[in-house]
């Protein structure tokens, strides 16, 4: 409808305007592309990462772990397979897939207590 009186608002000759059917018909096809768009995004829960994951399972066996023993904890060899390197400002890590990923060593605070209040929600 939004369409129709748009054309006439717009002041297009009646000859040329759509026929009321056939916007009705495009407003269908177009209802169905947006809810075929919208299930193909829905579902999808974020995953966590491998470091995320690691910082779970420390969470489990060490419950009031703090930020300050989770840096010294989380090393190369300590976790060969998940930690790639450490520095000062930065925890580069191996994802699932094989590829490098960093992450600021500022966001293991977030981290650590998203990981106990997923633990403590069990």
Known sequence: MRNVSDEQTRGVPVYYRIALEKALENAERDKVG???????????????DALQRLILDLVRTH???T???LKAMLTRER???VIEDVDETNICFVRPDG???????S????????????????
Not at 38 to 45: D, I, N, P, T, V
Not at 99 to 105: F, I, V, W
Not at 115 to 122: C, E, G, M, N, V
């Open 34 to 48: 947006f809810l075929s768009q919208q299930a193909g995004r829905g579902g999808r829960a974020k995953k966590s």
């Open 67 to 69: 930020e300050v023993s």
């Open 63 to 65: 419950p009031e772990i």
């Open 99 to 105: 590829r490098l990923k960093e992450s600021p060593l």
């Open 107 to 122: 966001g293991l605070k977030h981290r650590l207590s998203r990981a106990k209040k997923i633990l403590k929600s069990r």
């Open 79 to 81: 976790f060969p397979g």
